[in-house]
């Protein structure tokens, strides 16, 4: 089974032309499509906020993750989905988020039955390392023409960070 990443290709404008509902976090903030629903939480270690679809078959969060590096919230969340996905398919990538160099995994994987596309990006920021990841069910209705992973991916290219990096 050959699960496709789409992940950083062109995302058709259209998409992001659709996508209504905003997130602002003095970090980060995105866009989303409006019928997507939002859940925030927070402690003293971990902010996080998740958009869902509505039929709940794709998802994307992202999560600041204070004191802690990019390298340690990488490493244990890969691992918690290596343990839990048999078969895990990870290819480590490197990427650039608004002009940020991220670190992070393309995954593959199947649940239920299902094939799953996914990936988990992070940066390290002032306050600690934010992770943003994402995954959707590869099983899209044939006669549509945006599948769940051209709309994580719109809305990963839409993440605008407010913070300089420490090169800056």
Same mark, same amino acid.
């Given at each position: 089974?050959?699960?496709?990443?789409?992940?950083? =290709? %062109?995302v058709?404008m %259209?998409?992001?032309?659709?996508?209504?509902? =905003?997130? /602002?976090?003095? =970090?980060?903030?995105?866009?989303?499509?409006?019928? &997507?629903?939002? +859940?925030?939480?927070?402690?003293?270690?971990? %902010?996080?906020? @998740?958009? @869902?679809?509505?039929? +709940?078959?794709?998802?994307?969060?992202v999560?600041?993750?204070?004191?802690?590096?990019y390298?340690?919230?990488?490493?244990? *969340?890969?691992?918690?989905?290596?343990? @839990?996905?048999?078969?895990?398919?990870?290819? *480590?990538?490197? *990427?650039?988020?608004?002009?940020h160099?991220?670190?992070?995994?393309?995954? @593959?994987? /199947?649940?239920?039955?299902?094939?799953?596309?996914?990936?988990? %990006?992070?940066?390290?920021?002032?306050?600690?390392?934010?992770m943003i990841?994402?995954? &959707?069910?590869?099983?899209?209705?044939?006669?549509?023409?945006?599948?769940?992973?051209?709309?994580?991916?719109?809305i990963?290219?839409?993440?605008?960070?407010?913070?300089?990096?420490? *090169?800056?």
């Amino acid at each position: 089974m050959v699960i496709r990443i789409v992940l950083m =290709q %062109r995302v058709p404008m %259209r998409i992001r032309d659709d996508m209504h509902g =905003q997130y /602002v976090d003095p =970090q980060f903030r995105f866009l989303y499509p409006p019928n &997507w629903t939002l +859940r925030e939480s927070a402690d003293d270690s971990v %902010r996080m906020v @998740e958009v @869902e679809s509505p039929d +709940r078959l794709a998802y994307l969060m992202v999560s600041v993750h204070v004191n802690r590096s990019y390298y340690e919230i990488m490493s244990e *969340a890969l691992g918690v989905m290596v343990c @839990e996905y048999k078969g895990l398919h990870s290819l *480590a990538i490197e *990427a650039s988020i608004d002009g940020h160099t991220a670190q992070g995994y393309d995954l @593959e994987f /199947v649940t239920l039955d299902f094939p799953v596309g996914g990936f988990l %990006r992070s940066i390290d920021t002032p306050e600690g390392g934010l992770m943003i990841q994402g995954q &959707w069910s590869e099983v899209d209705d044939e006669s549509t023409t945006v599948t769940h992973a051209d709309v994580i991916s719109a809305i990963l290219t839409s993440i605008e960070l407010d913070f300089a990096d420490e *090169a800056d």
